[in-house]
């Protein structure tokens, strides 16, 4: 669903992202892990058609997004980790907005757009201005707009800030829902719990450069953490490539 | 660099300007016999309260967004700091905020009456002692008005204040339009006698006014009357302290509970969508009719736009009023060939004013999108199309007020059905150009993060915008111009257009039609590109 081909994204002399080579199948839940600057949100605008790479392309469902941006931003549900939004549509007026933009039609369209605001317990609010909605109701509100249009891919940075519990677990049993009705999930996220509970692979990138992909036990065999958790598998191959060359600092 | 040097050489240019002409002006009433004098201080009179009106409607915009609206205000309030020093560091922020260009460009108006009136040092040294607490007094009776404003207005709905002011600023300017009868200075016959029309100049502005006292103590200061000079600077500096205390007592009692209001969560109901606008405008493709809708909706919900609204219908009545007072009929020249030419100028005027609506509206479109712009650029729709879309949304509403406008001020005009139908087809035809440009400038200069598209209206780009659309209008002015005039003169005096004369006009026509074209796709084209090569906002 996701093949990125050497892709390096450079920020005047800030290189973000080096060289990242990465596939990801259909109907698979990648979490994509890394520390603060690490390249994970540059990745994801990469990969939502946000922002174009330096070098290499992006394919999305195999198709180009250099070449056919608009087809394979359809395929693409985009959930960004701040939900800035059209502050004086009410939450359904959005999910119109929505729905128009990526052509989403049909009788059954209000009734479909109120059942997954309703789903995210929206639906009560859904006439009010978005200005007035909590951080979390915003972030709910995102996630129920990029299912509107059901894309097979779901490109989701950070998806837990600003949820209560409750939300949290909602949409944690969504993602392992979606996945199994065949949706691939792109998740990047610093809640390594979450990660080690739903994700089917997951990819750790450092200073740019993606260190090491797999499952959770293929990620604990490199980092040679043993029965240790990710969170010890997590410190060990990031601290590798951080302090592998402590003259770095001194220079 | 480049822009330091563009907006540092037009500042100064026009500041150059502004002494020159008014040095001029002040040259020439003192030729005048008899009451030139009276004529230099009723225009220092008239300055002064047009200075003080804007100081305060400056003011009172810049201290409700300091004082209630900025961003950092959550954080300010969280320090251990008392309220009245928080409020005394916002409203001296505002102050000089507010006033820096009225006083940068007020400096030259005043010098140039030192020069003319060969004033001694105690004029200059009254200048500062009367611009400082001008301004002070300005600001001061602002933010006590915007602090009750809050109070009595429900906080939770403090934006609304905007449309307030703006029907207020109307009403001021309408008010100070009439007051300074500019009809009556030029035109003594309206007066039954010249002692009638002196003692009218003469007569004084209200003694409470700040800009009387402002006046009183220039004007003793240019007499060389130190003392009573002295005296009305006290009376300034005497009220600027007084206001200020005022406002640190009022802070003390309701700036806090106002700005706690104004944090409160705001919930508008908004009525069910019954699908009756998407029905109507159900013929447009799917992205567009999104983008139309969006944008209206926006529009209407956000009051801080319709003090804008106010501001430009102010514009455009004080426009016609001005045509329709103009005394044609006592001109020496030919009636005829006034009334068409005034009608080309209006051309050119009625393409400002596009200009300056096209700034407010069609420039600050793409920056008025925020940190939400990352909804459009990830959306399945292209840069080109979106900006296209947003091209189409503002082609309508401005054509049809262009087109308005010169049809009625060329019905006030009384001009021919040719110059009537040139007008209108020369508009037509400039209005694309000039809101392509608006659009594609602002989406090359975009300024996500601004906090008011306003703020987009003053950058860099907007002051690129406004030169090269003034540069477009006057060209394809200029480019009419000539031919008009043959076509004109031929008409009125009877003879026939050389062969060559007709290839010169048709290639004019032709190379006005041109710029009109490239004025669309050149400025589109590079808004396409920037914005394509930029970085998203609000999405990091």
Redesign the interface.
């Known amino acids: 669903m996701i093949r990125l081909e050497n892709i390096s994204k450079h920020y005047g002399s800030t290189q973000a992202v080096r060289s990242l080579d990465l596939q990801v199948p259909q109907g698979e839940l990648f979490g994509f892990l890394g520390p603060n600057g690490a390249g994970k949100t540059t990745t994801i605008r990469i990969i939502g058609g946000l922002i174009a790479p330096t070098t290499g392309r992006v394919f999305i469902d195999d198709i180009d997004m250099q070449r056919e941006p608009e087809r394979a931003k359809r395929c693409i549900g985009l959930i960004p980790d701040r939900p800035f939004l059209y502050e004086k549509l009410s939450g359904l007026e959005f999910m119109r907005f929505t729905a128009d933009l990526y052509g989403v039609s049909g009788d059954g369209l209000v009734q479909r757009a109120e059942r997954l605001l309703d789903f995210f317990g929206l639906l009560e609010r859904s006439n009010e201005l978005i200005e007035s909605y909590s951080h979390g109701m915003k972030q709910r509100l995102i996630m129920a707009s990029s299912l509107l249009h059901e894309p097979p891919l779901i490109v989701v940075d950070e998806p837990m800030v600003g949820l209560d519990p409750k939300g949290i677990k909602m949409v944690r049993e969504l993602f392992r829902e979606l996945v199994s009705g065949g949706t691939t999930i792109f998740m990047s996220t610093h809640t390594l719990k979450l990660a080690e509970d739903v994700c089917d692979r997951i990819g750790i990138i450092n200073k740019g450069r993606l260190v090491a992909t797999g499952s959770i036990a293929e990620l604990k065999q490199a980092a040679r953490v043993g029965d240790a958790d990710l969170e010890e598998a997590f410190l060990r191959l990031t601290q590798e490539e951080t302090f592998d060359a402590p003259g770095d600092y001194a220079n | 660099m480049l822009k330091l040097a563009v907006f540092g050489g037009l500042g100064t240019l026009f500041w150059m300007g502004i002494f020159v002409v008014t040095y001029r002006v002040l040259r020439y009433f003192q030729r005048v016999e008899g009451f030139g004098d009276v004529l230099a201080f009723k225009l220092l009179s008239m300055v002064l309260v047009t200075f003080f009106s804007l100081l305060v409607f400056s003011a009172i915009l810049t201290s409700l967004s300091k004082l209630y609206l900025s961003r950092d205000l959550l954080l300010v309030h969280a320090m251990p700091v008392s309220r009245e020093r928080i409020f005394l560091a916002r409203w001296l922020e505002s102050t000089a905020d507010s006033s820096w260009m009225v006083v940068v460009y007020a400096l030259p108006v005043f010098l140039s009456y030192g020069f003319t009136y060969r004033a001694d040092a105690v004029y200059y040294a009254v200048i500062p002692l009367v611009i400082v607490p001008l301004c002070l007094i300005a600001s001061g009776i602002s933010a006590a008005l915007v602090m009750l404003a809050v109070v009595v207005l429900p906080a939770t709905r403090v934006r609304s204040i905007f449309a307030f002011l703006g029907l207020a600023v109307l009403i001021l300017l309408y008010f100070t339009f009439r007051m300074l009868r500019p009809e009556r200075l030029v035109d003594p016959e309206a007066f039954t006698t010249v002692m009638m029309y002196l003692q009218n100049l003469s007569t004084p502005a209200s003694p409470l006014l700040p800009s009387t006292w402002a006046y009183d103590a220039l004007r003793e200061s240019l007499g060389g009357n130190s003392l009573s000079a002295l005296f009305h600077t006290g009376l300034l500096l005497s009220a600027s302290v007084f206001l200020t205390l005022l406002n640190l007592m009022l802070a003390g009692s309701i700036y806090f509970p106002g700005f706690s209001n104004t944090q409160a ?9 019954s ?1 009756g606008l ?1 029905r109507l405008l159900g013929f447009l493709p ?2 567009t ?2 983008f139309v ?2 944008e209206v ?2 529009f209407w ?2 009051q801080t736009q319709w003090s804008q609204l106010f501001l430009i219908a102010a514009l455009i009545v004080i426009y016609l009023y001005n045509f329709s007072v103009l005394p044609l009929e006592k001109s020496p020249i030919q009636t005829v060939y006034l009334q068409n030419l005034f009608s080309f100028l209006n051309m050119g005027l009625a393409a400002f004013v596009l200009t300056a609506i096209t700034a407010r509206f069609g420039f600050s479109t793409v920056s008025t999108e ?3 712009f ?2 459009v ?6 840069i080109r199309t979106y900006l296209w879309i947003k091209f189409w949304i503002y082609l309508p509403p401005l054509l049809v007020l262009s087109e308005v406008l010169i049809v009625c001020t060329n019905i006030l005009l009384q001009v021919t059905p040719f110059m009537m139908g040139l007008s209108t087809i020369t508009l037509l035809f400039l209005t694309p150009g000039v809101i392509a440009m608006g659009i594609g400038m602002g989406a090359a200069y975009p300024d996500f993060t601004a906090e008011n598209p306003t703020q987009a209206v003053t950058s860099f780009g907007g002051l690129l915008f406004m030169i090269f659309s003034a540069a477009y209008i006057g060209a394809v002015i200029v480019l009419e111009a000539g031919p008009v005039y043959t076509l004109f003169m031929s008409d009125l005096k009877g003879f026939r257009i050389p062969a060559w004369q007709w290839i010169w006009i048709y290639g004019s026509f032709s190379v006005a039609g041109l710029l009109a074209a490239l004025a669309i796709w050149l400025p589109m084209r590079m808004g396409i590109q920037r914005l394509e090569a930029g ?2 906002s ?3």
């Open positions: 969560a705001m919930i508008r109901l908004i009525q069910s969508p699908g998407h799917n992205a009719r999104a809708i969006k909706r926006t919900r956000d925020g940190p939400a990352w909804i650029r990830s959306a399945p729709v292209s970085t998203p609000g999405h990091k």
